[in-house]
């Protein structure tokens, strides 16, 4: 009898054992050169949302705490309607964000480990079939990420920049143009004999280049730490012609109609400059509170005014700005988010209205869309009512 008690009691003690190791977790595994489909993000509108009554929010990506730097709408999938959303964020991961009936999937390219900021897209390597997009590093890493026919992201590192901040990323030509801190531009280009690029410091800045803006005619807009906003062409020892000085650092520049720029100021300034036959015109649209970072000029309103662009930053609120037909300008908050906002880019994503849609990121660790209802502006069109 105490045999088979004993007996009983060890079986028993054995099969706790074999429960607990199969309800601990298990270690993730290391990550794989392609990056794995996530589930769908939740994006139905939810109440944390703070969106004016006009306008609708939805949230493509959520990562918590960690900060989203920089997001860009690019058509990166060609097999997939409609253009991607590209997030980079603090931990040195590129997420591509792929939309489909207004819920987002979560492919996640690079694990630098690193804070992502520069981000370029073109087809600047003869190796690869189609568009690539590149992304930068705090590292001084410079990636190339390539969409697969099989629905997978293909990630390489096609550079080191000896360890500086890459801030900025332009694909110009066959060249990729990265500006680093303290203060460089480099140029990389496709090696005919080897995976990484051909990479070297072309020339030094003054500062660091926050953001920069091909312009229709090649040359480059560059909004500067420093304080400046440059035009230059792309070419090695180009000259740059100020546009616009200021005393506190320039945060992001955008381009509108007929060659007009838009630059956003640390302490608060929106600046519009103007090409006219006796040099730059520039005047101050919009004061408000320090800490500007996005900026995106698009249509956004019916009937249109004469401009209209939209602003983030440090307040967290995204307002748009508008220009009337006799000239005077208006804001008006249509978003707050739950921190500090730092990247605004515009882009289709709804067909629904006539209108742009906004897409933004920051401290607060999501990329959230702004759109205007369904049935906005589409006059004429049966709209459903629930």
Same mark, same amino acid.
């Given at each position: 009898?105490?045999?088979?008690?004993?007996?009983?009691?060890?079986?028993?003690?054995?099969?706790?054992?074999?429960?607990?190791?199969?309800?601990?977790?298990?270690?993730?595994?290391?990550?794989?050169?392609?990056?794995?489909?996530?589930?769908?993000?939740?994006?139905?509108?939810?109440?944390?949302?703070?969106?004016?009554d006009d306008w609708t929010a939805l949230t493509a990506l959520d990562v918590g705490t960690t900060g989203v730097w920089t997001v860009e709408v690019i058509d990166l999938l060609p097999q997939c309607g409609g253009p991607e959303a590209i997030a980079l964020d603090d931990l040195g991961r590129c997420h591509v964000l792929i939309q489909y009936a207004t819920r987002w999937t979560d492919f996640v390219a690079c694990n630098d480990g690193t804070w992502l900021g520069g981000i370029a897209h073109g087809d600047l390597?003869?190796?690869?079939?189609?568009?690539? +997009? !590149?992304?930068?590093?705090?590292? #001084?890493? /410079?990636?190339?990420?390539? =969409? *697969?026919?099989? &629905?997978?992201?293909?990630? @390489?590192?096609?550079?080191?920049?000896?360890?500086?901040?890459?801030?900025?990323?332009?694909?110009?030509?066959?060249?990729?143009?990265?500006?680093?801190?303290?203060?460089?531009?480099?140029?990389?280009?496709?090696?005919?004999?080897?995976?990484?690029?051909?990479?070297?410091?072309?020339?030094?800045?003054?500062?660091?280049?926050?953001?920069?803006?091909?312009?229709?005619?090649?040359?480059?807009?560059?909004?500067?730490?420093?304080?400046?906003?440059?035009?230059?062409?792309?070419?090695?020892?180009?000259?740059?012609?100020?546009?616009?000085?200021?005393?506190?650092?320039?945060?992001?520049?955008?381009?509108?109609?007929?060659?007009? +720029? !838009?630059?956003?100021?640390?302490? #608060?300034? /929106?600046?519009?400059?103007? =090409? *006219?036959?006796? &040099?730059?015109?520039?005047? @101050?649209?919009?004061?408000?509170?320090?800490?500007?970072?996005?900026?995106?000029?698009?249509?956004?309103?019916?009937?249109?005014?004469?401009?209209?662009?939209?602003?983030?930053?440090?307040?967290?609120?995204?307002?748009?700005?508008?220009?009337?037909?006799?000239?005077?300008?208006?804001?008006?908050?249509?978003?707050?988010?739950?921190?500090?906002?730092?990247?605004?880019?515009?882009?289709?994503?709804?067909?629904?209205?006539?209108?742009?849609?906004?897409?933004?990121?920051?401290?607060?660790?999501?990329?959230?869309?702004?759109?205007?209802?369904?049935?906005?502006?589409?006059?004429?069109?049966?709209?459903?009512?629930?």
């Open positions: 009898m105490k045999i088979q008690t004993t007996l009983l009691v060890l079986l028993t003690l054995a099969a706790c054992r074999a429960h607990r190791r199969e309800a601990a977790p298990r270690k993730s595994a290391a990550p794989a050169p392609q990056a794995a489909l996530a589930a769908p993000a939740n994006t139905a509108p939810s109440p944390e949302l703070d969106v004016a390597d003869p190796r690869v079939t189609g568009v690539e +997009l !590149y992304v930068g590093a705090k590292s #001084g890493h /410079v990636y190339q990420v390539v =969409p *697969t026919p099989e &629905g997978t992201m293909d990630q @390489r590192l096609i550079a080191d920049l000896r360890g500086q901040e890459v801030h900025t990323l332009l694909a110009v030509g066959d060249e990729l143009l990265a500006f680093t801190t303290p203060g460089s531009l480099w140029r990389l280009k496709a090696s005919a004999s080897n995976v990484r690029f051909d990479a070297r410091e072309s020339e030094a800045t003054l500062g660091r280049v926050r953001d920069a803006e091909l312009l229709p005619d090649g040359r480059m807009a560059l909004a500067t730490r420093a304080g400046e906003l440059l035009l230059r062409g792309p070419e090695e020892g180009a000259r740059a012609e100020v546009v616009l000085r200021v005393a506190s650092g320039l945060g992001r520049v955008a381009r509108g109609a007929n060659g007009v +720029l !838009y630059a956003t100021t640390d302490d #608060g300034v /929106v600046w519009r400059c103007e =090409p *006219t036959s006796a &040099g730059w015109q520039n005047e @101050r649209i919009y004061v408000g509170p320090p800490g500007l970072r996005g900026i995106a000029v698009g249509h956004f309103s019916e009937p249109a005014p004469r401009e209209e662009l939209a602003v983030f930053g440090y307040s967290a609120r995204v307002e748009l700005l508008a220009r009337a037909d006799d000239g005077a300008w208006s804001a008006r908050t249509v978003f707050s988010d739950r921190d500090k906002g730092h990247w605004l880019a515009a882009g289709e994503f709804d067909e629904r209205n006539s209108t742009d849609e906004l897409l933004g990121s920051g401290y607060g660790g999501r990329v959230f869309v702004l759109a205007r209802p369904a049935g906005y502006g589409r006059s004429g069109a049966a709209v459903s009512r629930p």
